[in-house]
């Protein structure tokens, strides 16, 4: 279709409200009836495949950017990859077990979860299931369905890793994590991040959702120059000042509402 949009919209905050635990109708309608007009709809998020799929999200995907542009899924497939390097992965695993550092490590395969990152995560599936009265234990089995399981069953193998969620408190943790960031990874934070807890977003560098943007665009043959980017976060920055048309929520940081004026 020749005036046809590849519309590429965040998650947490955007199309995914945490009030609800889940997407709007209205939204759900908006997104069916733009595709019913032969656009395209992809997932843009900074969560891993496995955070997203057991999500029921009750309509069709084109793809989704995930782990902020190191994971491609098209139509199904996995399109693209690019992990973390394993000898940098495993110095800020160590670092963040010596200083007791919560993190949620998430991988192609399975997602391991550290202290805070533990709490963070069981509360957010309770309150999936809209059950804030599940146990701990039956919070962790629900997760371990999805592949979410506790650090003490990590292999030791810092393989098929895309991305590592670290939890921080105060400037003191974020500084540590930061003096130890290997040359191949980069590191995307909001010190005023409100929810939940504050968390660092370390991947392989060179991919952000703008570049996952880039490789899709370049997979059709399809135009930049009809291209809409959603967001509200600091992940969202590049996609929404790539596309050919960049929309900031209401609920958004002021740092992405400033781009945009």
Request: hydrophobic letters at 35%.
């Amino acid at each position: 279709m020749k005036h046809s949009f590849f519309i590429f919209s965040d998650v947490d905050g955007t199309l995914f409200s945490h009030e609800q635990c889940g997407i709007p109708k209205k939204s759900l309608l908006a997104i069916q009836k733009a595709r019913e007009n032969g656009h395209k709809f992809f997932i843009s998020s900074g969560r891993g495949k496995h955070m997203i799929d057991y999500q029921d999200y009750k309509f069709d995907i084109d793809g989704f950017i995930l782990c902020n542009g190191s994971h491609i899924v098209l139509n199904g497939n996995d399109f693209y990859m690019d992990t973390i390097n394993s000898s940098q992965l495993k110095e800020l695993l160590d670092l963040c077990i010596e200083h007791k550092i919560g993190f949620l490590l998430e991988g192609i395969y399975e997602n391991y979860l550290y202290l805070d990152g533990i709490n963070v995560i069981r509360d957010f599936e309770k309150r999936c299931v809209h059950n804030m009265e599940m146990s701990d234990e039956e919070a962790d089995q629900s997760l371990s369905s999805h592949h979410v399981v506790h650090f003490d069953l990590f292999k030791h193998d810092y393989e098929n890793y895309l991305k590592l969620n670290i939890y921080f408190k105060d400037k003191e943790t974020i500084d540590l994590i930061l003096s130890h960031m290997g040359e191949q990874l980069y590191a995307i934070y909001d010190p005023n991040d409100t929810l939940y807890i504050k968390s660092i977003e370390i991947m392989a560098k060179g991919n952000t959702k703008a570049t996952g943007i880039d490789k899709i665009v370049e997979h059709y043959q399809h135009s930049l120059n009809q291209t809409i980017a959603i967001g509200d976060g600091k992940n969202d920055l590049e996609m929404i000042q790539h596309a050919s048309i960049g929309i900031a929520m209401g609920n958004a940081i002021e740092e992405l509402k400033k781009m945009l004026e």
